[in-house]
């Protein structure tokens, strides 16, 4: 009789218990991962295709909103240039002068303006006056919105027009309840519009017009799959479907273009959402529960034999640390024990958390540090001065913030590249840390010896900052301050060559704990600008008054910006007088704001803010084009005068608009004003700031027949080479030297600026005469011409009349 154990040894190993243990638990648990794989596939797969129906219906609802959007814009421009006096004016005077060409050239340019592809303009009967951009047949749909806006009613809609989309929006030009006309803006549906919703969106978004794709964020050749589908009634997308564009799948959507249209409408809006990242998804559960399925199998053949409580607790120990790391314990270690497999894992589980806290502690590091110097950024640097602030509201403590910006390193920027300026901020950041640290930087009194050091921080760019806590008075800063300024003045060798580099500085002290962190940051970087703008390689301590004078100036920006959507500028005119005569031969423009509450208001109180915020564009336009009108409808009321020019101030800014000529050209045009009749000043500054542009520019304007004055002649840094280049025809004396005559150095100077102009073959006009002396001594010059209060201030455009009727006494006459 065999025994059992001989029975046991010779047995074949699939009669064995663990073998049959094995390969049933290894059958069970295979189908159970094959249905749980098949369940989670066909679960994954139709949840993908609800979230795709729910994503694909936000989609929709986000491009309703973003056209609603567009068309709201678009109906505000267009309805603002309805309300234009201007506008109704030009209605007005089409309708009555049956002038369409002015109509349409006025609706070229505010289709150039509003970037729209057509517009139409209409009468208040219908007629149409200009449509520029539209070309071919008057769809039906556009005359139904125009008739709409013609009956008062502004209409928007979406329309097919040759086989292109657009965004229509109708408006209605009334006087009082009287309808002048109709302005109706289109706007193209294309490729660029849709691949703007696609970013919005998150889908592939298609504008259909019938079979035909208006505009769409697919590439090419899907886009022409796509185009293709559509023509195929029986394979074009349903409103949810799977479709595939060559090589892709996507999940589609079809929705109608307009909300609350018509569901059997051509005009259609087609969203793709992409498959291939829910088939991804669906790939990595399949991989995942296969692999998870061939570990288990391992697990259930040797798990029966092996498994014991020597080999459990191991596994038990590095749950365990993985629990106490998930609690922030980062300092646990797993000991290292049991089988070599289990000591593997407990080694390799030490190592990965020895590298994680190292990578916290890094991340950590550059969360708060700049990433080039090494010093704390602004995040580490503000929770210092907050903490500071904290404490010295609690001790009567007092801290100070220094703001350092280097002068012109964006000049070294552009000339060196931004590699050496990277060089230059890592020794500027050297010097400045050693500086902060060496003992003659800070002078401390005796009671503060044990107070920490400054921290120096760099906040972005070439901006750097320094914390002084417990600090007597602004004395300790400044003496830090001139350290820091003397140490970055050092020449700094980079590349084999020195570059010279200063800085400017702002102080702001706090005042024992009444300020916030916040506020003494930001005094010190109004302090800073300060500096920087008195010339720069200087500091300046922060007051009251900086404070003020930054709000003041925010309020006179806003208000500045208010005055433009308001047209609250006027412009005043000057008489250019001929002295030899006293004849009235032109007017300068000047501009004045009608301020609701102060009054009328010189440029002196707002140019300086108009110039620095670009403003001063969208002045200099408004007085060019009244000047011009202005000057058109002198002659117009007076033809037996003589022919008056108007002088325009154009700023730096403008000057340097690369459109400036072609502004200047459509205000001739739309104006009707002479070439010839208009003098644009522009200063030697601006002339000289690019002076082989400025030539380019010059010639352009002098090309249309514009006379050219070079302003403020004399104050500037113009070169004798340039201005004999330049094709300027007359030169203004600044009324600095005009106002010296009685001093023989500005005497002598008018002289030469006078023999100057003479050997050029330029005229001259001396600005800001106010006396008969000074008037005296300019004709004894042979001065042709004079402008100043001696003759007139600037008056109102409806006193010019005036002045016109009666310049055939002379201008003496006139103001006697």
């Given amino acids: 009789m065999r025994s059992p154990a001989h029975f046991r040894l010779g047995a074949r190993w699939y009669r064995r218990l663990g073998a049959r243990v094995a390969v049933g638990l290894t059958l069970l648990i295979g189908f159970s991962l094959g249905a749980v794989l098949i369940a989670t596939t066909r679960v994954v797969r139709a949840r993908s295709l609800d979230r795709a129906s729910e994503e694909l219906d936000v989609a929709q609802l986000t491009f309703y909103r973003l056209v609603d959007a567009r068309a709201d814009s678009a109906a505000s421009l267009t309805r603002l240039i ?176 307009v909300r609350r249209q018509d569901p059997g409408a051509t005009e259609r809006l087609v969203l793709l959402k992409p498959w291939q990242p829910t088939q991804q998804f669906v ?57 070599a497999e289990a000591a593997t894992m407990a080694v390799a589980f030490n190592e990965m958390t020895s590298s994680l806290r190292a990578a916290q502690q890094r991340l950590l590091y550059d969360a708060l540090h700049d990433h080039l110097t090494g010093l704390p950024n602004r995040a580490l640097f503000m929770d210092r001065v907050t903490h500071a602030g904290s404490h010295a509201s609690r001790r009567p403590l007092t801290f100070a913030v220094l703001f350092v910006d280097l002068d012109r390193f964006k000049a070294v920027n552009d000339s060196l590249g931004h590699a050496v300026g990277d060089l230059l901020l890592l020794e500027i950041a050297r010097r400045l840390r050693d500086a902060i640290r060496s003992g003659d930087a800070v002078s401390r009194s005796v009671e503060h010896q044990n107070s920490s050091d400054p921290t120096l921080a760099r906040l972005g760019g070439d901006e750097f ?148 915020t670009g403003l001063i564009t969208h002045i200099d336009q408004f007085v060019l084009r009244a000047a011009c009108q202005a000057a058109r409808d002198w002659h117009s009321r007076i033809p037996d005068v003589a022919p008056l020019t108007v002088s325009v101030n154009i700023s730096a800014r403008s000057f340097a608009q690369p459109d400036l000529v072609e502004q200047v050209t459509h205000i001739l045009r739309d104006t009707g004003l ?70 023989l150095d500005c005497r002598e100077i008018i002289r030469t600026i006078l023999n100057l102009a003479r050997t050029l073959g330029l005229d001259v006009i001396a600005e800001g005469t106010e006396t008969s002396g000074q008037v005296d001594f300019l004709e004894s010059l042979d001065c042709r011409f004079g402008q100043g209060y001696f003759f007139s201030h600037p008056i109102p455009g409806e006193d010019v009349n005036r002045l016109m009727s009666g310049q055939e006494h002379g201008f003496n006459s006139l103001v006697a």
């Fill in 82 to 257: 309805t309300d234009l006096p201007i506008f109704r004016a030009h209605m007005s005077d089409a309708r009555l002068a049956d002038d369409p060409e002015t109509i349409g050239l006025m609706a070229d340019e505010y289709r150039r303006q509003l970037n729209a592809q057509f517009v139409v303009v209409t009468d208040g009967h219908g007629a149409w006056l200009g449509s520029p951009g539209l070309t071919g047949q008057r769809p039906t749909a556009l005359l139904t919105s125009i008739d709409a806006a013609g009956r008062g009613d502004p209409d928007r809609t979406i329309l097919a027009i040759e086989d292109r989309l657009f965004l229509v929006v109708s408006e209605p030009a009334r006087f009082g309840e009287e309808i002048l006309g109709t302005m109706t803006v289109g706007y193209a549906l294309d490729d660029a519009v849709a691949k703007e919703l696609a970013q919005l969106t998150h889908c592939q978004v298609n504008l259909v017009s019938s079979s035909r794709v208006s505009g769409s964020s697919l590439p090419r050749a899907e886009r022409a799959a796509l185009a293709l589908m559509l023509s195929d009634g029986a394979s074009a997308p349903t409103p949810l479907s799977e479709i595939r564009l060559l090589d892709e799948r996507y999940v589609s959507g079809s929705f109608p273009l």
């Fill in 283 to 339: 790939d990595a559960i399949r991989t995942q529960i296969l692999g998870a399925g061939g570990i288990v199998f391992i697990l259930a053949m040797i798990g029966g034999l092996l498994f014991s409580r020597y080999v459990d607790r191991p596994w038990r120990n590095i749950a365990a640390a993985a629990e106490e790391i998930a609690t922030g314990n980062w300092e646990h270690q797993v000991p290292v024990q049991g089988t």
């Fill in 465 to 612: 900052t320094v914390l002084m806590e417990n600090v007597r008075d602004a004395s300790d800063a400044v003496r830090l301050a001139e350290c820091l300024l003397e140490t970055i003045a050092v020449p700094v060798r980079v590349g084999g060559g020195d570059i010279f580099i200063t800085a400017s500085i702002g102080i702001a002290v706090s005042a024992s704990g009444q300020s916030s962190a916040n506020d003494v940051v930001r005094d010190a970087d109004t302090a800073m600008y300060r500096a920087k703008a008195s010339g720069g390689n200087r500091y300046v301590v922060f007051d009251a008054t900086m404070h003020r004078n930054a709000v003041e100036r925010l309020q006179r920006e806003t208000a500045l910006r208010r005055a433009i959507e308001r047209n609250e500028f006027a412009v005043y005119y000057q008489p250019i007088v001929r002295l030899r005569d006293s004849r009235l031969t032109g007017f300068e423009a000047l501009v004045r704001w009608n301020h609701p509450d102060q009054g009328c208001l010189s440029p002196a109180t707002f140019i300086q803010v108009a110039e620095d």
């Fill in 674 to 743: 002479k070439a010839h009749r208009l003098h644009l000043e522009i200063t030697e500054s601006a002339a000289m700031a690019d002076a082989e542009r400025a030539r380019a520019v010059l010639v352009d304007l002098k090309a249309l027949g514009v006379r050219l004055s070079l302003d403020d002649f004399g104050t500037g840094f113009s070169s004798l080479s340039y201005l004999q280049r330049f094709p300027v025809d007359t030169l203004k004396i600044d009324r600095s030297f005009i106002a010296r005559t009685d001093q």
